[in-house]
């Protein structure tokens, strides 16, 4: 089993910053696997879930269009955790978002961390 824990959501004024962070752990996380793509992924009222940001094993990245520039990911291949740093957040960047992490050759998903923008 493994398990992938978000943290770091909550509410900001528009301008303002969070920091997302998903760590995975269990009987495979702990094994010593490698992970593979990492990615945020949000989805709001009504909407379907979209792309927010992935990056590769080897640290490449890629963006949604309406946050690049704004949001950057990173990782740590040791700890099998990302990262997503959101700065000049906007009210349409309210979801909630998930973490999703490629472990063995399958896809894990986070449970979700709301980040609300709003004054």
């Known amino acids: 089993q493994v398990q992938l824990v978000e943290s770091g959501g909550g509410l900001v004024q528009p301008g303002g910053s969070l920091r997302l962070s998903c760590a995975a752990s269990?009987?495979?996380?702990?094994?010593?696997?490698?992970?593979?793509?990492m990615g945020w992924y949000r989805q709001a009222p009504g909407k379907q879930r979209e792309l927010v940001a992935i990056?590769?094993?080897?640290?490449?990245?890629n963006y949604a269009g309406s946050v690049k520039g704004r949001f950057t990911i990173s990782r740590d291949n040791a700890k099998i955790t990302v990262h997503l740093q959101m700065n000049s957040l906007k009210p349409e960047d309210t979801a909630v978002y998930y973490c999703?992490?490629?472990?063995?050759?399958?896809?894990?998903w986070g449970q979700g961390t709301q980040v609300t923008v709003s004054s």
């Open positions: 269990g009987s495979i996380a702990s094994a010593g696997v490698s992970a593979g793509v």
């Open positions: 990056i590769t094993v080897g640290g490449s990245t």
């Open positions: 999703n992490i490629w472990l063995n050759a399958r896809a894990y």
